[in-house]
């Protein structure tokens, strides 16, 4: 039996990797309880949130794991992560031309991950890190920079990514506007872009890689629907909204294409518009992007059974996060997939087959009245458990 295992991170426990190392041992666990010999197949899987990188250092044998100097969200000094792969790695629907594949997160320098709970302001997080990041990919030679949007601490709508790459902000008075903020996007009176170091033309190509599909305004927006999961009041909710309309009227004042509708617009707390707009990256579903990268249609075709995961599986799992996403094109070649997930929410039935979704199987692996702090420190563990008993029971009952 083959058991392709690709989950996603399990954000603030386990990432990707080492979710895929947990559920393996588990596996191995199941078949030698079970006397049945079983081939693992791991693959780090992602949206374009944390993960992403390695997942695409899983693409190829040639992928190289880089570092850069960045800011993070609060200005502080950190060393991201980033990906390097070889023109031959890029996936079908990318023609990379030849060159070289950067492959980033915006997790890595603008994260939640990177800020204590009760230090969370997206009024004063900066994207100003990811401007960093793309001009050291940039710099490195990449022709092609994929940009993970997702687990962001921001609602800044790129701005701070922006002023990093050379663009200049003016308030009313025509004072420039020193490391942009959300807190500054409704003081923003002026954009000159003229500066701009990088953006996608005829030599470098972006991409951004979304985790969602929410435009930037209204109540599916960026402010709305993720401010307060990055820390944001209610009032602070409202200066956002505001803030980001702004921003709108005056990327348009400077014949940028500011669309706020686009698909993907929301994600990162805007970032994805300001990617658009301001540097002309392409916006696209981070899960079907990041599963063509690592080839994972031809990695299910061997499978028998796809074990998939995530932190938490609910509605928002269903609109284009990773293990939905791969368990829909293991549905399509008719491979069951079974999740493994910490908790379930509001809407997480829609995912079952016998609902119309693709899961053959949702386990939790968290036990019913376990203090939450401990299960995030034995996830491993746990996950491990999970998977064995999961296989067993699949091979078990057919």
């Not at 960093?132 to 710099?139: C, P, R, T, Y």
């Not at 203090?371 to 999961?390: I, K, M, V």
């Given at each position: 039996?083959?058991?392709?295992i690709?989950?996603?991170?399990?954000?603030?426990?386990?990432?990707?990797?080492?979710?895929?190392?947990?559920?393996?041992?588990?596996?191995?666990?199941?078949?030698?309880?079970?006397?049945?010999?079983?081939?693992?197949?791991?693959?780090?899987?992602?949206?374009?949130?944390?993960?992403?990188?390695?997942?695409?250092?899983?693409?190829?044998?040639?992928?190289?794991?880089?570092?850069?100097?960045?800011h993070?969200?609060?200005?502080?000094?950190?060393?991201?992560?980033?990906?390097?792969?070889?023109?031959?790695?890029?996936?079908?629907?990318?023609?990379?031309?030849?060159?070289?594949?950067?492959?980033?997160?915006?997790?890595?320098?603008?994260?939640?991950?990177?800020?204590?709970?009760?230090?969370?302001?997206?009024?004063?997080?900066?994207?100003?890190?990811?401007?960093?990041?793309?001009?050291?990919?940039?710099?490195?030679?990449?022709?092609?920079i994929?940009?993970?949007?997702?687990?962001?601490?921001?609602?800044?709508g790129?701005?701070?990514?922006?002023?990093?790459?050379?663009?200049?902000?003016?308030?009313?008075?025509?004072?420039?506007?020193?490391?942009?903020t959300?807190?500054?996007?409704?003081?923003?009176?002026?954009?000159?872009a003229?500066?701009?170091?990088?953006?996608t033309?005829?030599?470098?190509?972006?991409?951004?890689?979304?985790?969602?599909?929410?435009?930037?305004?209204?109540?599916?927006?960026?402010?709305?629907?993720?401010?307060p999961?990055?820390?944001?009041?209610?009032?602070?909710?409202?200066?956002?909204?505001?803030?980001?309309?702004?921003?709108?009227?005056?990327?348009?004042?400077?014949?940028?294409?500011?669309?706020?509708?686009?698909?993907?617009?929301?994600?990162?707390?805007?970032?994805?518009?300001?990617?658009r707009?301001i540097?002309?990256?392409?916006?696209?579903?981070?899960?079907?992007l990041?599963?063509?990268?690592?080839?994972?249609?031809?990695?299910?075709?061997?499978?028998d059974?796809?074990?998939?995961?995530?932190?938490?599986?609910?509605?928002?799992s269903?609109?284009?996060?990773?293990?939905?996403?791969?368990?829909?094109?293991?549905?399509?070649?008719?491979?069951?997939?079974?999740?493994?997930?910490?908790?379930?929410?509001?809407?997480?039935?829609?995912?079952?087959?016998?609902?119309?979704?693709?899961?053959?199987?949702?386990?939790?692996?968290?036990?019913?009245?376990?203090?939450?702090?401990?299960?995030?420190?034995?996830?491993?563990?746990?996950?491990?458990?999970?998977?064995?008993?999961?296989?067993?029971?699949?091979?078990?009952?057919?």
């Amino acid at each position: 039996m083959n058991i392709l295992i690709a989950p996603a991170s399990f954000k603030g426990s386990l990432s990707s990797a080492e979710a895929a190392q947990a559920m393996d041992a588990g596996v191995t666990r199941a078949a030698r309880s079970l006397g049945i010999d079983i081939q693992t197949d791991l693959l780090p899987i992602a949206d374009g949130g944390a993960g992403t990188v390695d997942a695409a250092l899983s693409a190829s044998d040639a992928s190289r794991r880089l570092t850069a100097p960045c800011h993070g969200p609060t200005g502080a000094d950190v060393e991201a992560v980033w990906a390097m792969l070889p023109a031959d790695a890029a996936p079908p629907t990318i023609d990379a031309d030849g060159a070289t594949i950067g492959v980033l997160e915006c997790a890595s320098v603008a994260g939640l991950s990177q800020t204590a709970p009760a230090q969370r302001d997206p009024e004063r997080a900066s994207t100003a890190g990811l401007g960093d990041l793309i001009a050291a990919a940039a710099g490195a030679g990449c022709g092609v920079i994929i940009v993970g949007l997702g687990d962001s601490a921001t609602v800044d709508g790129g701005v701070g990514m922006a002023a990093a790459l050379g663009v200049q902000f003016f308030d009313s008075s025509d004072a420039p506007i020193e490391r942009p903020t959300g807190a500054d996007l409704a003081r923003i009176a002026r954009i000159d872009a003229g500066g701009l170091r990088v953006r996608t033309n005829a030599v470098i190509r972006i991409i951004a890689a979304c985790d969602v599909n929410n435009p930037l305004l209204g109540e599916r927006g960026a402010a709305r629907v993720f401010g307060p999961q990055k820390g944001a009041s209610p009032e602070q909710v409202q200066r956002l909204e505001r803030g980001l309309a702004n921003l709108v009227a005056r990327c348009a004042e400077a014949s940028l294409d500011a669309d706020p509708e686009a698909p993907g617009a929301g994600a990162a707390g805007g970032l994805g518009f300001g990617l658009r707009a301001i540097l002309g990256a392409e916006l696209r579903p981070g899960a079907e992007l990041t599963l063509e990268l690592v080839r994972f249609g031809d990695h299910a075709a061997k499978a028998d059974l796809v074990l998939t995961g995530e932190g938490r599986l609910d509605s928002q799992s269903m609109s284009g996060k990773a293990p939905i996403a791969a368990a829909n094109l293991a549905l399509e070649a008719g491979i069951p997939t079974i999740a493994l997930v910490g908790a379930v929410g509001d809407g997480w039935r829609s995912s079952l087959r016998s609902e119309g979704g693709p899961l053959s199987d949702v386990r939790t692996i968290t036990p019913e009245n376990m203090d939450p702090q401990r299960a995030l420190r034995e996830a491993g563990a746990l996950l491990e458990q999970a998977a064995s008993e999961a296989v067993a029971a699949r091979l078990v009952t057919g």
